[in-house]
């Protein structure tokens, strides 16, 4: 098996199905030549020609509405939305126009396509780059969001996302991007969308995370284990839809539970996690659901970031006062 | 029929120049008014932004300096056009025009701090009209037009002026701009500085259409190509349609032909993965400062001490604006709390206790 970081093995799951299907087409600002700003696209337009891996002229709107288009007449568009935080100049096309196209037309035209960005903080982007939307997407009704937070699951899912009939938001989280290397097999394979992923079984706390919190609640958890605690992490990798049974399963065990996001509080998918639990399992709980997340202002200047994002101590800390409720 | 038409129309887009790269007056006619005192002044300004550019580059590569876009080869598009501004006008930059805003009055400690991220950066001094650097390319355009309209009912004597790049004009936002103050005859100047590459993507990529000046067309304005690496003619152009504004015949777009001889940014971008060497000598040879300066030389207006004092005074200025940006206080996130709105909601303002307890440990 080979050590990839997380954007090698994005760029591994995009060779793979372009190799795999003709009509998948990967497209974006600066995919081509440059092989995107961070690399993801590296080589694939050496390899698979510009027919199939090209630049776009500088506008998202014109790109959402291109894949549309492509995914219309049978191509299978795999399209780079440079930084999520320019989602805004797209969101018609993510949000009001592929989620609908099979609920429209009863069946009869689908958007298979992939929407890949990159997002997240702790880099220090200027504004409107890392901001944590995947809240916007994940409530929104047609659209699949799938957020990895390891190299090996990077290229399972980006597999499925490209291969889905439906469209998928597939979230890259920047710090992640070549954090670490790990495992990763050369050959294909999959792993399904919808489905979480239990990253470490506990049964005192149940803590619910995604993308690059996976790793400061699994930091928190060996901490907390060291006091006696032993915790759950659940890693949701595709938070819309939820794996319901996964959650559930795991609180009725535990009987504690908090959801640790890096958006604000009123965004991401904590808040939806919460409910879910709730609705299915209040009688199960010893204590309220706790939510660790970032204050709810804008995202904040670079200057400010490491004081503002959530990390290991807040999820300690939030995951005492759950076990001594 | 139509493709006549288009290449009739494409024909009167030529680059209007008045210097050439000798820096000899090629347009007699066109010579814009300015006194010695201005002609120096232009060059000075081009020559204290050159050495600001280097040093921010080498200050970014220490770590001492966050988010910056080289401008570098870009000084006569920037300043040209900032010159022939009135102070009270407002500029709309982007995230690379940050000299225009700078000699409109943003001291320059600030600019250090908007580029590592401190908020302290963004509050400028009252009175000066300037919104800061855009990132998202094309927001600037349409928020000119509102702007420039804003002006025209307030009967402000002023217009409203806004930079973006050849892979901005691509954006929607590029044609909504235009389009609403031409519709709503607004004062407005839209300047795209063609610099040829949008991050790696050559202009040729970027549009069909020969020119970006053209794109005026459609909107019903007037369009102009200028030679962006001629001050003289960058000042000229937009001098004219400032004044046309004014004068209620409505917006322009400036297109200047220019080039960034840095990378497209100090994080991670690689020019020699989609850019030749060849055509980075191309371009040097018609660098903005060396044909002012021999302009200059020949009237006897600009001499190497003139330059060297420029070249000091600038170092002089950004050793002391980092000084000043270093004694920023540390940024807080009850700062950002607090300025979210008028009032605080309960969640913030729960949060506002939250931080407020664990900043003061
Ligand atoms: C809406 C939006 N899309 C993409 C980007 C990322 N981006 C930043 S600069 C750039 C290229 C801009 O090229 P151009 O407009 O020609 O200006 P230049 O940088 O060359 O001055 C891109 C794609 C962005 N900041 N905003």
Redesign the interface.
């Known amino acids: 098996m080979a050590q990839m970081t997380m954007i090698q093995a994005i760029t591994d799951a995009m060779r793979n199905e372009l190799k795999n299907n003709e009509d998948v087409l990967v497209f974006g600002e600066d995919v081509g030549q440059n092989g995107g700003v961070f690399r993801a696209t590296e080589g694939l337009q050496k390899e698979f020609g510009e027919e199939r891996v090209f630049d776009t002229p500088l506008a998202e709107s014109g790109i959402g509405g291109l894949a549309i288009g492509l995914g219309l007449t049978g191509f299978r568009p795999v399209m780079e939305i440079q930084f999520f935080g320019f989602l805004f100049e797209v969101f018609d096309s993510v949000a009001g126009q592929m989620n609908r196209m099979r609920y429209r037309t009863g069946g009869k035209l689908t958007s298979p396509i992939t929407v890949r960005s990159p997002f997240g903080g702790g880099v220090k982007t200027p504004e409107m780059h890392a901001d944590s939307l995947e809240g916007l997407v994940a409530q929104t009704p047609g659209l699949k969001v799938v957020i990895p937070s390891t190299p090996y699951d990077a290229k399972g899912l980006l597999i499925s996302a490209i291969r889905d009939n439906d469209p998928v938001v597939f979230l890259e989280h920047m710090k992640l991007y070549r954090s670490f290397r790990a495992e990763v097999p050369e050959e294909e394979y999959t792993i399904p969308l919808g489905k979480a992923d239990i990253k470490r079984e506990g049964k005192d706390l149940t803590i619910v995370t995604y993308g690059a919190m996976v790793h400061s609640s699994l930091k928190a958890a060996e901490e907390l284990e060291k006091e006696g605690i032993d915790v759950e992490v659940i890693d949701l990798m595709t938070i819309s839809p939820l794996d319901i049974d996964t959650i559930i399963a795991s609180v009725e065990k535990t009987n504690r539970a908090i959801v640790v996001q890096e958006a604000q509080k009123q965004a991401g998918i904590a808040a939806n996690v919460v409910a879910e639990i709730t609705e299915r399992s209040i009688l199960s709980l010893e204590a309220p659901v706790l939510r660790v997340a970032a204050p709810d202002t804008i995202y904040p200047f670079a200057a400010a970031e490491d004081a503002w994002l959530p990390d290991y101590k807040g999820i300690i800390e939030t995951a005492k006062k759950v076990i001594n409720f | 029929m139509s493709t006549k038409t288009l290449a009739q129309v494409e024909e009167q887009f030529e680059t209007f120049q008045i210097l050439n790269e000798e820096g000899e007056v090629v347009n007699e006619a066109a010579m814009p008014e300015l006194s010695d005192e201005n002609l120096q002044e232009i060059m000075r300004r081009m020559v204290y932004t050159r050495i600001w550019d280097q040093r921010a580059i080498s200050l970014n590569r220490q770590g001492r300096l966050?988010?910056y876009a080289p401008v570098a080869g870009q000084e006569a598009s920037m300043l040209g056009s900032q010159f022939a501004l009135d102070k009270d006008d407002w500029i709309l930059p982007g995230?690379r025009d940050i000299p225009q805003i700078v000699f409109h009055g943003l001291p320059l400690h600030q600019a250090f701090l908007w580029s590592?991220?401190?908020?302290a950066g963004?509050q400028f001094p009252d009175g000066l009209n300037i919104l800061f650097p855009q990132?998202?390319?094309?927001a600037q355009i349409i928020q000119t037009a509102g702007v420039a309209l804003g002006l025209k009912r307030k009967g402000k004597n002023n217009i409203a002026i806004t930079y973006t790049g050849d892979?901005?004009a691509?954006?929607?936002d590029f044609y909504e701009g235009m389009n609403f103050a031409g519709a709503y005859n607004a004062p407005a100047v839209f300047i795209v500085q063609n610099n040829r590459f949008?991050?790696?993507?050559p202009v040729e990529?970027?549009?069909a259409a020969k020119t970006i000046a053209q794109k005026a067309v459609a909107a019903g304005i007037e369009g102009i190509q200028v030679d962006g690496m001629d001050v003289l003619a960058v000042y000229s152009a937009t001098k004219q349609a400032r004044e046309r504004a004014l004068a209620g015949e409505g917006p322009t777009l400036i297109e200047t032909m220019t080039y960034r001889y840095g990378p497209h940014t100090m994080?991670?971008?690689d020019p020699t993965?989609?850019r030749s060497s060849d055509l980075d000598d191309e371009w040097t040879k018609k660098d903005p400062l060396v044909r002012f300066r021999k302009f200059l030389e020949k009237k006897g207006l600009w001499t190497e001490e003139k330059e060297n004092e420029v070249v000091e005074k600038a170092k002089e200025d950004i050793k002391e604006a980092m000084k000043q940006a270093d004694s920023a206080p540390?940024?807080?996130?009850t700062?950002?709390?607090g300025?979210?709105f008028e009032d605080l909601p309960h969640?913030?303002r729960e949060?506002m206790e939250?931080?407020t307890a664990k900043?003061s440990k």
């Open positions: 966050g988010f995230y590592r991220g401190h908020f963004s990132i998202i390319i094309g892979g901005g691509s954006q929607g949008a991050i790696s993507v990529k970027q549009s994080a991670g971008d993965r989609y540390k940024q807080k996130v700062d950002l709390i300025f979210m969640n913030l949060q939250e931080y900043e």
